[in-house]
């Protein structure tokens, strides 16, 4: 009951990459670099067991960015033709490699480091990937001309790997889908069917991430627009709870979304985003806790996965750990007072 996990990424070692920023390049290359990889994840997971959290990722140590690094694995893709794209809505706009052909898998992108991890912990094991919508939103067409179609071609490739990863031992399978919070009719239209595509024939449980992003300048700035209450997972959360998915995270923590839409997944297992992705202070035990007691009002404990609010890269090594320590700590006192 209340088993804690992350939503997926934390901040890379100083000796791994610039430290509190999205994009770092290593600083290490070829077989250093995979070893490096390697130490940076195994300490996570055991900073992870430290803390009591129990189901335990990499850490996404072995990606730059939570994207791109599926995407390096997949053909079709030109990394040499940049576009410049707006994101999320043009949020905020970068220059993204470009889909010149029909997208494909040589080989599994992250076979290798989900034995690397499962090898060196016995809890339950979590294993992010982007979701098809984000990809597509995280990536120039130049070949499908249509999301929808590139999505579903996507979630094909997606659905291979999950499966490999799921056979070599990963519990839970997560689509990381922070374009859900922007592009509600799309997720109705056509994002919800790529996601279940994604996840056909899946024996591991499975999860959809969605937030209001990390907590860089961009989106703070997009956040304070967004009035007194953020409704935006009322719109897609109904259609959500009929989807294939087994659990659906959300943005809790220091956020202005009303708790009661999750009685709106009264199906599925709620991820409730207890810490929030903040650089500059550690939650209380206390304060997770209240979080978490204000979130059983809608949703039974049996279903409710205290979880951090989003990826904590660009935030400091210390704060991280902290928060992971008071999310554990903080479901304790809940548990233990039930």
């Excluded at 993204?96 to 040589?106: C, E, I, L, N, Q």
């Excluded at 999950?162 to 922007?182: C, H, K, S, T």
């Excluded at 595509?197 to 024996?203: D, I, K, N, P, T």
């Amino acid at each position: 009951m209340l088993e804690t996990t992350i939503a997926g990424s934390l901040p890379k070692p100083d000796w791994l990459a610039e430290p509190e920023k999205l994009w770092a390049a290593w600083r290490f290359e070829g077989e250093a670099l995979k070893r490096a990889q390697e130490r940076a994840a195994a300490e996570w997971l055991k900073h992870q067991e430290a803390a009591g959290i129990d189901i335990v990722t990499d850490g996404e140590q072995f990606r730059i960015h939570f994207v791109h690094g599926f995407l390096e694995h997949i053909s079709g893709i030109d990394w040499e033709k940049k576009t410049m794209m707006g994101i999320r809505d043009n949020r905020y706009t970068v220059q993204v490699p470009t889909v010149t052909g029909p997208v494909s898998r040589p080989r599994s992108a992250h076979l290798d480091e989900v034995r690397f991890i499962r090898a060196r912990t016995t809890r339950k094991l979590k294993f992010t990937l982007p979701g098809p919508m984000t990809i597509c939103d995280t990536i120039a067409d130049d070949y499908y001309q249509s999301r929808p179609d590139m999505a579903m071609a996507f979630a094909a490739i997606l659905n291979d790997e999950v499966r490999e990863l799921a056979a070599a031992g990963v519990d839970v399978i997560q689509f990381d889908e922070p374009a859900f919070n922007v592009f509600m009719h799309d997720v109705k239209e056509w994002g919800i069917d790529a996601l279940n595509r994604a996840v056909e024939g899946l024996s591991c449980q499975t999860a959809v991430h969605i937030c209001y992003g990390y907590g860089i300048e961009e989106n703070l700035r997009w956040k304070d627009t967004l009035g007194d209450e953020w409704r935006q997972y009322q719109e897609i959360f109904p259609a959500l709870n009929t989807s294939r998915i087994d659990q659906v995270s959300l943005e809790c923590a220091e956020s202005r979304v009303p708790l009661s839409i999750m009685g709106l997944l009264k199906d599925k297992v709620v991820m409730v985003g207890a810490v929030a992705v903040t650089p500059d202070r550690v939650e209380t035990p206390e304060e997770v806790a209240a979080t978490i007691r204000a979130a059983m009002q809608y949703v039974d404990p049996e279903r409710l996965y205290p979880c951090t609010n989003c990826g904590m890269t660009p935030i400091p090594y210390k704060i991280a750990l902290g928060k992971l320590n008071s999310l554990a700590a903080g479901a304790a006192l809940v548990r233990n007072s039930l």
